[in-house]
Structures are given as structure tokens and as C-alpha cells.
């Protein structure tokens, strides 16, 4: 019989030192009353992870660690930590993120008491490892709640009316050996979801168990998959949630008229369209003007042009995206080593603002020369203050297609 009750899959690569702090949490905080272990599966890291790891089996930490000999990727190694757990829960933990062991305990005694549950769900805290300190929480309930096995069309109502994300829970292993399946194009979650309901019933609980560090004060800019994610995978958002529609329509458990068809294409856009409202935000803060402005467009055409999100970017909007294509379009054009200023009354403000829209540092901007050497001529781009001004720099031999007006560059941001 398996004496393993609770298996905490661990992914890791190249993080030794979160990986560090992690299990030293682990170590320290971890008092359970039944038996856990710590399952780690090394995506073929080149550092010192796992000189870390076996310092903590020294040390007593009850760890199984697995290291692949190439890196596969973050999803199938997230699959291969699961894979290798033989508690009869499953619990993920990023390397670098943390978990609540008193709710952990409280959930698998709620899934020791109900046999028929297959995944335990909950909230997670944002929290700022900094600061130290939980920010906000990633969705609320309003109390706990379960869904009978099959109940396709509550839950999917639940996860849309309170934007919900089934991505963090405890799992039954004997149910999550058939649901977990690869997914390329649909958000793995909302397949998953579907996949436990369809063996048994799910569980919602209001209380958070883990906390999402967004701030780590071992390394500030350390790679974050959750937000590449939320500033990408609005259409993969979408698939999952069409891939857990399908999954219920062939169990027979939603309507399939073409009311009812027309009902969750809508629903299916509205989450979609907020999340693409998420992801401007986060796009904006890493100054990616570009990107957000091709949300803003397919926000203001999906009808949410007056979303919160969409009216705090719109002022400045227009000069941004101006000036990260013209530096879009200078990184991009081979042998371009400068950028020519010109017929600007400010042009130290053009040069700052450039530089606050991630302008390559390869390129020199400079103020226009005395002599237009044929040299400077070849690998130069130019931006001018009006039409008038370009064509005195196409007459001295500049390319055509690298002489920019500010009305080349802004007439196609319509707002």
C-alpha cells in the first residue's frame, strides 16, 4: 500500500538558488502529520542544482530528485514531477514560490474525508517576496463550493462569472493519471479541469494555500512564466475554455443549438477580451507599446474600448507606439548604425522619449551633421519633423524607406 500521502512536484532548471531558499522553506516549515515528500524533476540544469538538492537529503528533507539529460521544455517537465510523485495527492510548487502548509494540511484532510473529490481548487495570494507581504489574491468565492461529477455547465458558468482559473490545486492521483494530457494550443488548466470532473467531483475552497512570488529579493528580474503567459496566451485562454466546452458537449452535458453555440462563442470572447485587458497592463509596464496596441485595437473592435485598462493607456498611446516602430524598424534593417534628429525644436526630448520605448542600444542617435559623408549616408536612418524636411534628405541620398516623418509613423495608430 502507498505510505506516500502528499507528493510536492518541484520543476526546476538553472534556479539553484531559489531552489535554495524553496526547500529551506520546506525544511523549516513543513510539520505535517502524514507522511510528504518533495519530488524534484531537474530539466538538465548546467549550474549547481544538484549539488543544492543533496545537500537537503543530507540534511533530512525527504526529497526524490530526477535530473533529465536535455531540457525539454517547462510543461512536460512540469508533467514529469507529477509523473514521478507516489503520494496519493499531488501538489505543484514553482522553485521559487511558496507554500501555506496549514491550508495544505487543511485540504488534504477535506480529500481524506471525500473520496469522491478529484482536485481540490483554491485562490492563490500574490505576493511580494521583498516587501514580504501578500499583495492582492488571484480571484475570490464567495464561499466553498463542490461540483458533481459532470456538472460541466455549472462550473463553466462559475469560472466565468467570477474570472476564475483552475490553476492551482491538490490532485487525486488515481484520477490525475488520465488528465493529465499535453496541450499545445489550449491552456492546459481548462482541459485538466475537465478531464477531473468527468471522473468525479471538484472542489472550490476560498482559502488560499499558495503564494505567487512576483517580487523575489534573490533576483528581481528573474523570469516569470505565469506573466509571459498573461501577456501572450489570451488565445491559448481561449482554446482551453473551447476545449472544456467540446469535452461537455460530447459527454451530452450543454446545449449544442445554435442559440446555444452563439451563447459560449460570446462568453468564450469576453473572457477572452479581459484577459487581453490583464495582459496590456503587464505589457505597458515593460514598456511594449507595440504589442499593447495591437490588443487595443481588438479590444476596442470586441466592444470593451471603455475598459479601465484600455482608457488608462490611451493618452501617450499614440506617440509611444510611433516611436517603438521607428525603433522597431531601425533594429530591424541590417547595417542601420544611426539616427539622424532633425528640423525638431526639442530634439533632446525626441532622444528621451526614444529611449523610454526599449530603442537598440546598438544604434547612435544623433543630432544631424555639418556633412552628409557618403559613409553616414549608407547606414544611417532619419527621423524629420515634417515631409518638407524629407525631402532634402532623399535629395542628399538617404534610402527612401529609412527617411521617417512623424506622419509616416503615426498615420496608421488610429485611436
Not at 326 to 332: D, G, R, S, T, Y
Request: glycine residues 6%; negative net charge; charged residues 25%.
Amino acid at each position: 500500500m502507498n505510505s506516500i500521502k502528499l507528493s510536492i512536484c518541484i520543476p526546476t532548471y538553472n534556479r539553484a538558488k531559489y531552489l535554495r531558499d524553496c526547500l529551506e522553506r520546506c525544511l523549516r516549515d513543513f510539520n505535517f502529520d502524514f507522511p510528504f515528500e518533495i519530488v524534484i524533476s531537474d530539466n538538465a540544469s548546467t549550474d549547481d542544482t544538484g549539488e543544492v538538492v543533496r545537500e537537503f537529503i543530507d540534511r533530512g528533507a525527504p526529497i526524490r530528485y530526477f535530473k533529465g539529460v536535455e531540457n525539454v521544455g517547462m510543461i512536460p517537465n512540469m508533467n514529469s514531477a507529477f509523473r514521478l510523485g507516489r503520494g496519493e495527492y499531488l501538489l505543484y510548487l514553482a522553485d521559487d514560490d511558496r507554500l501555506i502548509p496549514e491550508e495544505v494540511a487543511n485540504i488534504v484532510d477535506y480529500l481524506d474525508e471525500n473520496k469522491e473529490v478529484t482536485a481540490c481548487h483554491a485562490p492563490w495570494f500574490i505576493f511580494d517576496g521583498v516587501a514580504e507581504k501578500d499583495t492582492q489574491q488571484f480571484y475570490t468565492i464567495a464561499e466553498d463550493k463542490v461540483f458533481p461529477k459532470r456538472s460541466f455547465a455549472d462550473i463553466f458558468n462559475f469560472m466565468l462569472r467570477g474570472h476564475i482559473f483552475p490553476e492551482i490545486a491538490i490532485y487525486r492521483s488515481s484520477a490525475f493519471r488520465a488528465s493529465w494530457v499535453p496541450r499545445e494550443v489550449c491552456f492546459f488548466p481548462f482541459p485538466m479541469l475537465a478531464h477531473f470532473l468527468d471522473q468525479g467531483d471538484v472542489a472550490f475552497r476560498q482559502k488560499p494555500f499558495y503564494r505567487q512570488v512576483i517580487r523575489s529579493a534573490l533576483g528581481r528580474d528573474r523570469p516569470q512564466g505565469g506573466h509571459e503567459i498573461a501577456m501572450s496566451g489570451w488565445d491559448q485562454y481561449r482554446g482551453g475554455l473551447e476545449y472544456f466546452l467540446y469535452f461537455a458537449a460530447k459527454r451530452g452535458k450543454i446545449g449544442t443549438s445554435t442559440d446555444d453555440r452563439y451563447t459560449q462563442e460570446h462568453l468564450c470572447r469576453q473572457f477572452t477580451l479581459q484577459r487581453m485587458a490583464v495582459a496590456i497592463r503587464l505589457l505597458v509596464g515593460q514598456r511594449e507599446y507595440l504589442k499593447s496596441y495591437e490588443l487595443y485595437t481588438r479590444m476596442e473592435f470586441g466592444g470593451m474600448g471603455d475598459h479601465p485598462q484600455v482608457a488608462a493607456i490611451r493618452d501617450g498611446l499614440m506617440l509611444a507606439v510611433a516611436l517603438q516602430t521607428l525603433a522597431w524598424q531601425v533594429n530591424a534593417t541590417a547595417g542601420v548604425s544611426r539616427l539622424i534628429i532633425s528640423g525638431f525644436p526639442d530634439p533632446w526630448t525626441i532622444k528621451e522619449r526614444l529611449h523610454k520605448v526599449n530603442f537598440p542600444t546598438k544604434v547612435d542617435i544623433v543630432d544631424e551633421p555639418a556633412e552628409h559623408v557618403s559613409d553616414l549616408v549608407e547606414n544611417a536612418a532619419v527621423l524629420v519633423s515634417s515631409p518638407e524636411h524629407r525631402e532634402r534628405f532623399l535629395a542628399l541620398g538617404y534610402l527612401p524607406n529609412l527617411v521617417f516623418s512623424q506622419e509616416d509613423l503615426i498615420q496608421t495608430v488610429l485611436l
